[in-house]
C-alpha cells in the first residue's frame, strides 16, 4: 500500500517549455487534489477532482489543467511553464469516510524549478 | 466561507519542555479541524482531527490538540518536545455539512532546540 505516488520528483524547466506531473493513489478514493507550496503561502490549491470523470478549479489554477485518467490517477499539466510557477506540487487523495470527514492524504511532492 | 490562521511563523523551545502551535479558525456552522505535520522535504502526513465530542484529541507521535469553541481556537500540544518534532505545522478547517475541501492555515516552523 503505497499511498499517493508523485513523479518526478524533481524538474527543471526552461521558460515556455511543457511537462506533466504525475499523481496515483491506491485508497480506492474518490477525490484527489493539486496544490502549490511556496514560502509563506501555505498551500493553495490549483485543481481539484471530486471524482473520476470531474475536475473543478481551485484558488490558483491559471496556467494549469488536470486530467482525472481514471480512479487512480490525476496528473497535473504545465502547457507553457513560467518562472512563476516555480514551487512544490502536491498531490493528495480524500475518500468518504465514515466520519464524514474526507481526511486528505498527501504524496512526496515535485519540486519543480523554472528558469 | 472558512478561514484558518495560524499567527506565529515561527515557534522555537527547548527539548523537554511543552509546546503549543497555535490555531484559530472561523467557519459558518460546525468545524471539522485538522493538523498536518511537514517533515524537510517531504509531504504532509496527517497528525489529528477534531470532529466533534471530546474537546482534547489525541493523535500520532504524542502530539494533542484542545478543541476551544467559545475562542475558536485548535491549538497543538506537547508535553515534552523532541528535536526530532522540528518541522513545518498545518492547520486546517472544514464545515461540517459542507464542501469537503479543507482551507489550509501558512504553516508554522517548529524548531525544537537540544
Known amino acids: 500500500n503505497a499511498g499517493v505516488t508523485q513523479t518526478p520528483k524533481f524538474q527543471v524547466l526552461k521558460t515556455g517549455q511543457s511537462m506533466t506531473l504525475q499523481c496515483a493513489q491506491d485508497m480506492n478514493h474518490n477525490s484527489m487534489y493539486w496544490y502549490r507550496q511556496d514560502p509563506g503561502m501555505g498551500l493553495r490549491l490549483i485543481y481539484y477532482s471530486a471524482s473520476e470523470g470531474t475536475t473543478d478549479k481551485g484558488e490558483v489554477p491559471n496556467g494549469y489543467n488536470v486530467s482525472r485518467l481514471n480512479k487512480r490517477e490525476f496528473s497535473l499539466r504545465l502547457e507553457s511553464a513560467a518562472p512563476s510557477q516555480t514551487s512544490v506540487y502536491f498531490c493528495?487523495?480524500?475518500?468518504?469516510?465514515?466520519?464524514?470527514?474526507?481526511?486528505?492524504?498527501f504524496g512526496p511532492g515535485t519540486r519543480l524549478t523554472v528558469l | 466561507a472558512q478561514s484558518v490562521a495560524q499567527p506565529e511563523d515561527q515557534v522555537n523551545v527547548a527539548e523537554g519542555n511543552p509546546l503549543t502551535v497555535k490555531c484559530t479558525y472561523s467557519v459558518s456552522g460546525n468545524p471539522y479541524l485538522f493538523w498536518y505535520v511537514q517533515y524537510p522535504n517531504r509531504g504532509l502526513q496527517f497528525l489529528l482531527k477534531?470532529?466533534?465530542?471530546?474537546?482534547l484529541v489525541k493523535g500520532s507521535y504524542g502530539f494533542e490538540a484542545e478543541f476551544n469553541k467559545s475562542q475558536t481556537s485548535f491549538h497543538l500540544k506537547k508535553p515534552s518536545a523532541l528535536v526530532s518534532d522540528s518541522a513545518l505545522y498545518f492547520c486546517a478547517v472544514r464545515v461540517s455539512g459542507g464542501s469537503y475541501i479543507p482551507t489550509f492555515g501558512r504553516g508554522t516552523s517548529l524548531i525544537v532546540h537540544p
Open positions: 493528495a487523495s480524500s475518500g468518504r469516510t465514515r466520519d464524514r470527514t474526507d481526511t486528505q492524504y
Open positions: 477534531y470532529i466533534t465530542g471530546d474537546n
